[in-house]
């Protein structure tokens, strides 16, 4: 099975930017789509972006366009979202995600990291 060990949160300003990672199990990585995910404190977990499995394709909550970006590197069994004009908002536990699947999905995901804290103070 797929292992999923987010990286790379913090603290940041409005307006600052964070490159979250997440690092997959090598022998499965490239037969997964990938997405990532975010929950605040007493809220449901929501998607935010997702990535096929060759990365040839993306999609965006709304929320998120135009801000963040989703990539991954193969050689690397790695994915990354890269999150820039960050906003109090965007304040949550960030989870990466992993199901088997060619094209991007926005749920019906499978595989689930322990999650990387982002705060961003006003």
């Known amino acids: 099975q797929v292992q999923l060990v987010e990286s790379g949160g913090g603290l940041v300003q409005a307006g600052g930017s964070l490159r979250l990672s997440c690092a997959a199990s090598?022998?499965?990585?490239?037969?997964?789509?990938m997405g990532w995910f975010r929950q605040a404190p007493g809220k449901e977990r929501e998607f935010a972006a997702a990535?096929?499995?060759?990365?040839?394709?993306?999609t965006y909550a709304d929320s998120v366009k135009g801000r963040f970006t989703i990539s991954r590197d193969g050689a690397e069994n790695t994915v990354y979202l890269q999150m820039n004009s960050l906003k109090p908002e965007d304040t949550a536990v960030y989870y990466c995600?992993?199901?088997?699947?060619?094209?991007?999905?926005?749920?019906?995901?499978?595989?689930w990291g322990q999650g990387t804290q982002v705060t961003v103070s006003s």
């Open positions: 990535i096929s499995s060759n990365g040839g394709r993306t």
């Open positions: 995600a992993a199901r088997v699947g060619r094209d991007v999905y926005t749920g019906q995901y499978d595989y």
């Open positions: 090598r022998r499965t990585f490239i037969r997964y789509a």
